[in-house]
């Protein structure tokens, strides 16, 4: 899921691209095409920053696995509460998903 909130740039229409989170940068190469990826193909999307989370990549990289990493989800809103999300939200993270896919 992308984080929707003070401070961020997603809402509940976008998928959340995230740029780097408590353990530092996702891959650069895996950021950068899907931006360009949405830009391209007109997908709604937001870049944000997460410094107090982290995703399931992270226990592969403590573990010393050296891969290329990307985290991306739909806009969600108050997360582990009374959550609320959009169509669009989870239509856009499967077209960004559909295109990176395709490359």
């Not at 959340?16 to 990826?37: E, F, N």
């Not at 997460?50 to 290329?68: E, M």
Request: charged share 20%.
């Amino acid at each position: 899921m992308g984080c929707v909130g003070e401070g961020l740039t997603c809402d509940e229409t976008m998928v959340s691209i995230c740029a780097k989170d408590s353990m530092g940068p996702y891959d650069y190469q895996v950021v950068s095409r899907m931006v360009t990826l949405a830009k391209e193909q007109g997908i709604g999307f937001a870049v944000d920053i997460y410094p107090h989370y982290g995703s399931d990549v992270d226990a592969a990289l403590k573990a010393g696995y050296d891969i290329r990493h990307g985290l991306i989800g739909p806009g969600v809103y108050a997360s582990h509460g009374y959550e609320r999300s959009h169509r669009l939200g989870a239509e856009n993270t499967f077209r960004l998903l559909c295109a990176y896919t395709e490359v």
